[in-house]
């Protein structure tokens, strides 16, 4: 059965720092590009980040760009999302999501097979 499990949530102050980390299983992790969405309390789930399978070329959404970080350790089975200068618009469930082959639109969910359950990031002001 294939898995992602998100973790690294946490309560952080503005201006810290948090890494989430997005563990696979039950599928061959390496063939799929892996996505972080977030979904703040009343707002639509809004894409992130991405990283493909096939070269790492990584995406960001233009509120991250330039503070959040996106990798992959294929060994492990894991993508990174490093979250730097946090800002409380940061504050939301973030979910990680697996998508095979090309991908259109890596920010929009139609085009991912697998989700993780979430992991809370709380950014106080």
């Known amino acids: 059965e294939a898995q992602l499990v998100e973790s690294g949530g946490g309560l952080v102050q503005t201006g810290g720092s948090l890494r989430l980390s997005c563990t696979a299983s039950?599928?061959?992790?390496?063939?799929?590009?892996i996505g972080w969405f977030r979904q703040a309390p009343g707002k639509e789930r809004e894409g992130v980040s991405y990283?493909?399978?096939?070269?790492?070329?990584?995406y960001y959404s233009d509120s991250v760009k330039g503070r959040f970080t996106i990798s992959r350790d294929n060994a492990k089975n894991t993508v990174y999302l490093q979250m730097n200068s946090l800002k409380p618009e940061d504050t939301a469930v973030y979910y990680c999501?697996?998508?095979?082959?090309?991908?259109?639109?890596?920010?929009?969910?139609?085009?991912?097979?697998?989700w993780g359950q979430g992991t809370q990031v709380t950014v106080s002001s």
């Open positions: 990283i493909s399978s096939s070269d790492g070329s990584t």
């Open positions: 999501a697996a998508a095979k082959g090309f991908v259109v639109d890596v920010f929009r969910g139609y085009w991912y097979n697998y």
């Open positions: 039950g599928f061959t992790f390496a063939d799929y590009g």
